[in-house]
């Protein structure tokens, strides 16, 4: 499986970005799919979660405290590809975002989609500068 991310940049406070994630194969393949982002020095820090179903509907999704009621993730089972809608967007959010999946052989479960080690897949990285 393979991702790719795109959609990073730079941007003032207050203001918004929607990165995307195109996956190489069908999103119903998929047990789950994040984002996590990094700032140097700091360990990979899980932003936002979706489970997918059986069918490819949306099961379920998690966000990290920190963007609760900013971040969005979402997905577009034709186009392969899901996204993360960042609004009102801090200095804070400034870090290296990256997109990752799993098929589920070792099911993430809400008690661990945070920790980087349990997915499989991740994309090379987009930078994203709020300043």
């Known amino acids: 499986v393979q991702l790719v991310e795109s959609g990073g940049g730079s941007v003032q406070a207050g203001g918004s970005l929607r990165l995307s994630c195109a996956v190489s194969?069908?999103?119903?393949?998929?047990?789950?799919m994040g984002w996590f982002r990094q700032v140097p020095g700091k360990e990979r820090q899980g932003v936002a979660v979706?489970?997918?179903?059986?069918?490819?509907?949306?099961?379920?999704?998690r966000y990290a405290d920190s963007v609760k009621g900013r971040f969005a993730i979402s997905r577009d089972n034709a186009k392969n590809t899901y996204y993360l809608q960042m609004n009102s967007l801090k200095p804070e959010d400034t870090a290296m975002y990256y997109c990752?999946?799993?098929?589920?052989?070792?099911?993430?479960?809400?008690?661990?989609?945070?920790?980087?080690?349990?997915?499989?897949?991740w994309g090379q990285g987009t930078q994203v500068t709020v300043s």
């Open positions: 990752t999946a799993d098929v589920g052989v070792t099911p993430v479960g809400v008690d661990t989609w945070s920790q980087a080690p349990m997915y499989a897949y």
């Open positions: 194969e069908s999103i119903n393949n998929m047990y789950c």
């Open positions: 979706i489970w997918i179903g059986k069918n490819g509907e949306t099961t379920q999704t």
